[in-house]
């Protein structure tokens, strides 16, 4: 319940007055403080005014469901977020030490955070690819060409 709250709380309001890379190091800064699991944000190459307000809300959203999942289902109890960028693409990798999990499994199931994630980078044209396995962790990776 918490981590909804601090997930619905933050934004549009830090995303909107200060970017994306504001935005997502408050909602981990607020996450990190219940001190729960430890999650790290790098960001290398990513410049604010690459993206519209409307991609910006997208590719925060995605970073949230996909923490949040780890915390939620994975019981991850590290997660890395890494956005970089440069002039051709924008990389989100988001690594987390998790249970994992069996990825046609959960794709059955037509799980609605896991078909979010890929509309909004459907919307964003990018590509969207994740590597999980039971016992190993996941990794999400999105990529989004610059045009």
Do not use: C, W
């Not at 959203?61 to 440069?86: F, G, P």
């Amino acid at each position: 319940t918490e981590i909804r709250s601090i997930s619905h709380n933050m934004v549009p309001d830090a995303l909107q007055k200060n970017g994306l890379v504001f935005a997502v190091d408050n909602f981990i800064e607020k996450l990190n403080q219940l001190k729960e699991q430890e999650i790290s944000f790098e960001y290398y190459g990513y410049v604010e005014n690459m993206l519209d307000d409307a991609a910006k809300l997208m590719l925060y959203r995605i970073i949230q469901e996909a923490v949040n999942n780890a915390i939620k289902y994975a019981e991850a109890s590290t997660i890395a977020v890494q956005l970089s960028a440069d002039e051709h693409e924008i990389s989100l990798i988001i690594e987390d030490n998790g249970k994992g999990f069996d990825i046609e499994n959960i794709k059955s199931k037509n799980g609605i955070g896991l078909r979010n994630m890929q509309l909004r980078t459907d919307y964003l044209h990018g590509k969207l690819n994740i590597e999980s396995s039971e016992k190993n962790g996941t990794t999400l990776i999105v990529e989004i060409p610059l045009s």
